[in-house]
């Protein structure tokens, strides 16, 4: 996960969602626990956000002419740790509609989750990660067979899902709290 770090800004800035990831694939490509070679058919990131918005004395997200005079009542806010939103790819439907992940029966797809702030718990709802790099070092043997696997906030993770039956997946936080 990388950020910009201007001096007494990095929360600030993280928050605002300006953050992204660089992964790296190994140059002999992924291997599953005994070293034998896994392949995917796409990949979709999935950049998690946790945004923290000011709201005025009635309750109302409040406006600000420029990014900048946001900043005080932003950080007061963000020391609270209670997000206002939580969303992927840094708005809410990012992953619906008509921008939803699809795969075809058969097909396995890699998803890479960041999570910049916050850990964060990635759960495929009717599927499961069948090779997971949790802290996304694909050195690292993956594990097998995850539920739910955990992302570590200032860091990405990896995992390998292959598509067995038709339908519809839904891709989620298991923080059900925030869900």
């Known amino acids: ?4 770090a201007p001096e007494g800004m990095v929360p600030w800035h993280v928050v605002s969602g300006m953050h ?3 992964m790296v694939l190994p140059r002999n490509g992924l291997k599953n626990p005994e070293g034998k070679p896994l392949h995917y058919d796409r990949i979709y990131y999935i950049g998690e956000n946790d945004f923290y918005i000011p709201k005025d004395e009635n309750g109302k997200y409040k406006t600000y002419d420029s990014p900048g005079e946001a900043f005080a009542d932003t950080t007061d806010i963000m020391r609270k740790l209670i ?7 840094g708005r809410v439907g ?3 509609g008509k921008n939803a992940m ?3 029966v058969g097909e396995t797809v890699m998803f890479v989750h960041s999570e910049a702030n916050r850990d964060t718990r990635p759960h495929i709802i009717g599927g499961l990660g ?3 790099w949790e802290t ?3 050195s690292n043997p993956p594990e097998k067979d995850l539920e739910t696997w955990f992302i570590r906030g200032g860091s990405a993770g990896a995992a390998l899902y292959t598509f067995r039956q038709p339908g519809v997946y839904a891709y989620v ?4 709290i925030e869900a």
């Open 1 to 4: 996960v990388y950020h910009c």
């Open 20 to 22: 992204g990831t660089i």
């Open 83 to 89: 997000p206002n939103h939580v969303v992927f790819n």
């Open 94 to 96: 990012a992953l619906t």
């Open 102 to 104: 699809t795969a075809k």
């Open 130 to 132: 069948d090779y997971v």
């Open 136 to 138: 996304g070092k694909f």
């Open 173 to 176: 936080n298991h923080n059900l």
